[in-house]
């Protein structure tokens, strides 16, 4: 009797057992469907086995095996166990989440070629016109050469403007040459229109596909079976590409390696980046992390030798941008805009270059008030305010998605009086229309880029020069090249200045350099004005210096002092409930647990989530840590068994390894 073990999307670390009477060993990894419950489900075989525990009259039958596609390899479900083991999330969920969303259904669709995605409008070479390499890109290009069919780390540390970008490309090339598939991983979806379009024009004679959220499913599907089966040898993707099958896997290239969007917030939380380093050393490949301002983990990495350290210290073309604060303590300012500001953003139109405004909020204001009573917008489903979004009358939570008209008139006074308080991208983008009239704005942000090729007609509005002054969030901070954007104006940049999480001026730093590198990327050196109320803020003086590794040494020699990461591994345990009292009554059930297994860990009294209440649901958190990773897991383990066997509860749980958020 074969009894096949199957790996099904439920929240349990179980395997199901089922007869399959026609299952062979090359069926593993398969995808099959099962009864389970009432209803008829898709799994994977992850074993075969002669016995079972299951009496035999509970014994079900399974109903096919789904032959329709290549089966994960043994070297796939090996980087899936190791990811539902190292961040405690049911095996079943990992795998069946790493699938398209077609192969978790009964049957696949019918396969159908798709047409290749056009490539970025504008700056791309041709094929076979690769720029000279710089003497440091040459040095870097040569040691990750070296490096081909082994396990080797790379940081490739380079200033914006460096060149990382044509270091991938040469990187890629010698693996192509070498008869090997190349995986490149990027944070957000914005980045991969331009990369894409490189690669296409570099290799056009090479399959390339992409795997990100704005494909179809259709498309999401094709490109996963030309990736699995070989046909593609090159895959871009965000996060979730760090699974794609790829049985000829020889380099794997992470860009913007720092950016907190590789780790998944919700569900399974697991860090792309980290996995991807898992998968090199698994598959016996280099794999190259790449960024201007590296995450300070990585950075101790490289500099502790972990990983070996490859840096481009030099800007291509025109020397690295200007950086200054405006102190703005006492300024009058016209819709969040300083006079020094628009004085340049005037002169930087009136001499045919483009400008870039920076604010990361979106909206029109983050709050409409009350003048006289002082009531403010609030979310009722989250411990947030409600955002203003004049174009469309609304107000909007940015985290629940609740979207509501504002009132006519206080909720609480029945004064008509409000005001929208602060600045977003809406307000920002008004006020420059309306004091510099002569200037073709663009905005550019989540709102703006919903539609699908949204952000590929703006991209060609920008390189044709169609537009004077950017207007931004985050989405434009990375890996985009303007040549003829030669001034940055950053906005509101002290409201993540200081912030509870011990990560913020390194997410803020991260930040700035990466936008303050869209400056200047042509022949004409740029210009960053950031205006601030804290101009003598040691960040904003390592800043201007563009010094990274010293603002990085010293965020090291502080964490090495205080405790924090990488000097100690942490885990979060989330919790949440209809009442925040609930939830807090089953995190302080389970640090008693916890203690009982092992007294040597640190383990803080848990509190309620930085947004204690979203979409309903009440939020808490405890944290733990030591000082080895080791024996982190090791209690993880145990103490996730005994929280699911013995504390009752009517909170949802779940183990987040490694947090980035608190």
Known sequence: MNIIRVALDVPVSTLFDYRATDATAADVGQRVQVPFNRRSAVGVIIELAHATAVPS???KEAVRILRDLPPLTAEDLRLLRFSADYYHHPLGAVIMGALPTRLRRIAAPPRRRLPQPDSAAGVPPAAGTAPVLTAEQARAVAEIGRGLGAFHPFLLLGVTGSGKTEVYLHAIAETLAAGRQALVLVPEIALTPQLEGLIRARFPNTEAVSMHSGLTEAERLEHWRAACCGRARIVLGTRLAVFVPLPELGVIIVDEEQDSSFKQGEGFRYSARDLAVVRARQRAVPVVLGSATPAVETYHNAISGRYALLELTRRIGAPPPRIACIDTRGEKLSDGLSERLLTALRQCTARGEQALVFINRRGYAPVLMCRSCGWISGCRRCSARLV???????????????????????PSCGNPDLAPIGQGTQRVEEALARLIPQARVLRIDRDTTRRRRAWHTMRQRIQERDVDILVGTQILAKGHDFPYLNLVGVLNADSQLYGTDFRAAERLFALLTQVAGRAGRGAVQGEVLIQTEFPHHPLYAALRDQDYR?????????RRQTGFPPFVHQALLRAEAPRLATALQFLTEAARCGKALDRHLTAYDPVPAALARRAGRERAQLLVQAASRRRLHEFLDAWRNALASSVSTRARWSIDVDPLEF
């Not at 010293?550 to 502080?558: G, S």
Request: glycine share 2%.
């Open 388 to 410: 203003l979004h004049l174009p469309q009358r609304r107000l909007c939570c940015h985290h629940c998605g609740h979207v509501s008209p504002p009132p006519v008139a206080c």
């Open 57 to 59: 009259e509970r014994l």
């Open 550 to 558: 010293a603002f990085a040494d010293a965020v090291l020699a502080e």
